[in-house]
């Protein structure tokens, strides 16, 4: 499974853009994500990453930049998106 990157900005676009390869990865499979360099994230792609999080395999994130760890946070989504957690 390839690990799907987020852009720096995560907006209602970029989370329209990313639905597809979300849908793709297989239901008993975690999808792999890399935060590292968003600086940017919108609430349809916090609502995008946190239902994928609770079906399927769920989310396995391999790096989160701080902004996105802040933006989990004020979500109170660090338990869904397991922010923090190394994959």
């Known amino acids: 499974m390839q690990v799907i990157k987020l852009p720096s900005r995560c907006d209602r676009a970029a989370a329209e853009a990313l639905y ?10 975690a999808a792999k994500v890399d935060a590292g360099d968003v600086e940017h994230i919108g609430q349809a792609m916090l609502q995008l990453l946190a239902a994928t999080a ?34």
């Open 54 to 87: 609770q079906s399927g395999g769920g989310v396995e994130l391999s790096e989160s930049s701080a902004e996105f760890g802040k933006a989990v946070a004020l979500a109170k989504l660090e338990e869904v998106l397991s922010v923090g957690e190394t994959a």
């Open 20 to 29: 597809p390869d979300l849908l793709d990865v297989p239901a008993d499979t």
